[in-house]
């Protein structure tokens, strides 16, 4: 992010605009609309204002002689479009003297750029690119303009009336934070939204308590929760809405190593962000450590987020913190996440069942060479029975050594899928007996093991058949 987005307060002084024609109308009609005061300087003389308003038009000045020289005092922002040459020259000027300064469709001479601007009254949303695509800029605006309700602003304007009166009887903050979060949520903001703001007054006054709405316990205070929220195998595009809500409504997140920073990006910006995983070699703080944590989050009030990679119940260790949860009184509840293996299936286009030659499916652990070796593989030389191996690029030998020792083919399809959904995911196929070199050819996990015929499918299977065939051409040729 080149460009931090601010909302620049217009009442506290003059914005310059420097620039003729339709560029220099386009941003004064802009800057009219959003209550500044402009001092033009229209560069081919025409200061002709029509279409703006007669209150719009009074916040106008008509400035004469060079811009280069003109008084800066007073002045918040200096603006230049369509005005040739006076840009960079100008532009040189503000940055002397710490001004914000923009020239359009010139990143080089700006310090700041103007966003596509969604104007919902109170409620104002800015879209940008950095300056490098104003179009995908406005098309981003364009959706969010259709998801919008037209009366967010409304709604934004009435909760500011009554806030300073809600607060002074709320004390506790996160009480605060949920009664409001009630409120737009619940029928009273849905009152407002449909224009029935009388009415949705009413409702508020109506609320005898305001604590006890927002569901104060007897102490006064929020109650605590913890929700499970599985992050899925990478991409952040693969979370749920119930889990983006989760993660917005969060006070505090307990987060795994695997959760990629695309998806804590996802949380609320004044949560508080707690890293408790363990990887290879780093044995991390211990599960009875996280427990704790989350009891007494929970217990101070907090909701408590623990965000695990893929889901919270395949090989996370979510039933353990549940058990700690139930044990200790704390409300709990979980959301689903896309595990690994069906992540990589997908990404790579493995049917993990597939008619007449996948009729079941394994999933198993074997982090290391021990895992693998307490496994009973006797029950898993089925030719129809699809074995998704989590955390075995360690143990790929003892996997392989024990499905060979089991009557399991030599030449039966398998896969490494690494980093799945991620943009540096990577796959390696082959046959189980070649499954330790092909652990060899990926670069770092996280990565599953796929093993079974229906490995043959998959998108890495025909591009390998396919490399085969075109050397085999090749040397043919020669």
Not at 223 to 235: I, K, M, N, Q
Not at 304 to 328: C, M, N, Q, Y
Not at 342 to 361: C, D, N, S, Y
Request: some cysteine; glycine content about 10%.
């Amino acid at each position: 992010m080149r460009f931090l987005p601010v909302f620049l307060d217009l009442r506290t002084g003059r914005v310059l605009l420097v620039g003729a024609g339709d560029l220099a109308r386009a941003k004064l009609r802009l800057l009219a609309a959003a209550g500044a005061h402009i001092r033009w300087y229209a560069t081919d003389g025409n200061r002709d204002v029509s279409g703006l308003s007669a209150a719009d038009a009074t916040r106008i000045e008509a400035a004469d002689g060079d811009p280069l020289t003109a008084d800066l005092s007073g002045v918040i922002a200096i603006l230049c479009a369509g005005a040739g040459d006076i840009g960079p020259a100008l532009s040189e000027r503000a940055r002397a003297v710490g001004l914000p300064v923009n020239v359009m469709d010139d990143l080089a001479h700006s310090t700041f750029i103007f966003p596509a601007i969604v104007d919902r009254g109170d409620v104002v949303v800015a879209v940008g690119t950095g300056g490098a695509s104003p179009v995908v800029a406005r098309r981003v605006r364009e959706r969010i303009e259709a998801v919008l309700p037209a009366r967010i602003g409304d709604l934004a304007a009435f909760i500011g009336r009554w806030r300073k009166p809600v607060h002074n009887r709320i004390p506790d903050m996160p009480l605060r934070r949920r009664f409001w979060e009630r409120v737009v949520d619940g029928p009273i903001g849905a009152l407002v939204l449909a224009g029935r703001g009388k009415e949705a007054e009413a409702a508020l006054k109506d609320i005898p308590d305001p604590a006890a709405y927002a569901g104060a316990q007897a102490s006064g205070r929020a109650e605590g929760s913890v929700t499970l929220v599985g992050a899925g195998p990478g991409d952040p595009d693969l979370l749920t809405i119930k889990a983006l809500r989760a993660l917005q409504d969060a006070d505090v997140v307990f987060y795994d190593e695997l959760v990629s920073p695309e998806i804590l990006d996802r949380t609320r910006r004044d949560a508080a962000r707690v890293p408790v995983g363990r990887r290879v070699g780093n044995p991390g703080i211990g599960q009875d450590a996280i427990n704790k944590l989350l009891i007494e989050a929970a217990k101070s009030g907090q909701r408590a987020v623990r965000l695990k990679g893929g889901d919270p119940f395949v090989f996370g260790r979510g039933g353990e913190e549940i058990e700690a949860l139930r044990e200790a009184g704390i409300v709990y509840s979980v959301v689903p996440g896309i595990t690994a293996g069906l992540g990589a299936a997908a990404q790579f286009e493995v049917p993990l069942t597939f008619r007449h030659e996948a009729l079941r499916i394994t999933f198993l652990t074997a982090h290391k060479a021990r895992d693998a070796e307490t496994v009973d593989w006797s029950v898993l030389t089925d030719e129809k029975m699809t074995v998704v191996v989590y955390m075995g690029m360690t143990a790929a030998p003892s996997v392989r050594a024990g499905l060979l020792a089991a009557g399991r083919s030599p030449q039966t399809p398998v896969g490494v899928f690494a980093r799945a959904t991620r943009p540096d995911a990577q796959a390696a196929v082959g046959t189980l007996d070649e499954l330790p070199t092909l652990v060899e050819k990926i670069d770092g996990g996280p990565a599953v093991l796929i093993i079974g015929d229906v490995v043959a499918h998959s998108a890495p299977w025909r591009q390998s058949n396919l490399a085969q065939l075109v050397s085999y051409f090749q040397v043919a040729a020669e």
